[in-house]
T-cell receptor, first 116, second 113 residues
């Protein structure tokens, strides 16, 4: 079975540009979450989407947005890139649904974004 | 709000020695607790999880952790370190019904031959 897949694996962008990162969840998983991991730190929660609706948002500026498609894949968009946006962006999927506990998040390999 | 503190950003042990990675949590409601491992240039892999069942949790690769409510701790241990255990380890907390994970800063484990 395929795990969580993310694309691209690496990306270099210039300050002020926009970037789109993609994530395909494990088959059957309807929940997708995005995390930002700056070098030397733990991952920070950005968004959770379930059934195409935003279910949670972390403390990130409006330059960060996301969406989920009918096939449950997801895109993370970041506008007006800053040097500080350089990080590993991780996508996680799970079979979470409202009221269900004890769900495990499965992480992809991540997209390494470098802003220059 | 939930938070996690990992004591020691870097731990170094000899091969065959005991591994102890410390994690303390803060949560206003009963927490779910997780340990993840991250190898260089890779994503996160779940080692083990506590979800209010047995307080001693066994995970993959010989790791285990004990939930101690009185100490708000969830320390990770392994009796005998192997060279392949060298990686970054993250403790994380969530609450029942929520998907959001709150991670600690991580502990880099180095194994000396």
């Amino acid at each position: 079975d395929a795990g969580v897949t993310q694309s691209p694996t690496h990306l270099i962008k210039t300050r002020g540009q926009q970037v789109t990162l993609r994530c395909s969840p494990i088959s059957g998983h309807k929940s997708v979450s995005w995390y930002q991991q700056v070098l030397g730190q733990g991952p920070q929660f950005i968004f959770q989407y379930y059934e195409k609706e935003e279910r949670g948002r972390g403390n990130f500026p409006d330059r960060f947005s996301a969406r989920q498609f009918p096939n449950y894949s997801s895109e993370l968009n970041v506008n007006a890139l800053l040097l500080g946006d350089s990080a590993l962006y991780l996508c996680a999927s799970s079979d979470w649904r409202q009221g269900k506990s004890r769900t495990e998040a499965f992480f992809g390999q991540g997209t390494r974004l470098t802003v220059v | 709000a939930q938070s996690v503190t990992q004591l020691g950003s870097h731990v170094s042990v000899s091969e065959g020695a005991l591994v102890l990675l410390r994690c303390n949590y803060s949560s206003s409601v009963p927490p779910y607790l997780f340990w993840y491992v991250q190898y260089p240039n890779q994503g996160l892999q779940l080692l083990l999880k506590y979800t209010s069942a047995a307080t001693l949790v066994k995970g993959i690769n010989g790791f285990e952790a004990e939930f101690k409510k009185s100490e708000t701790s969830f320390h990770l241990t392994k009796p005998s370190a192997h060279m392949s255990d060298a990686a970054e380890y993250f403790c994380a907390v969530s609450i029942q019904g929520a998907q959001k994970l709150v991670f600690g800063q991580g502990t880099r484990l180095t194994i000396n031959p």
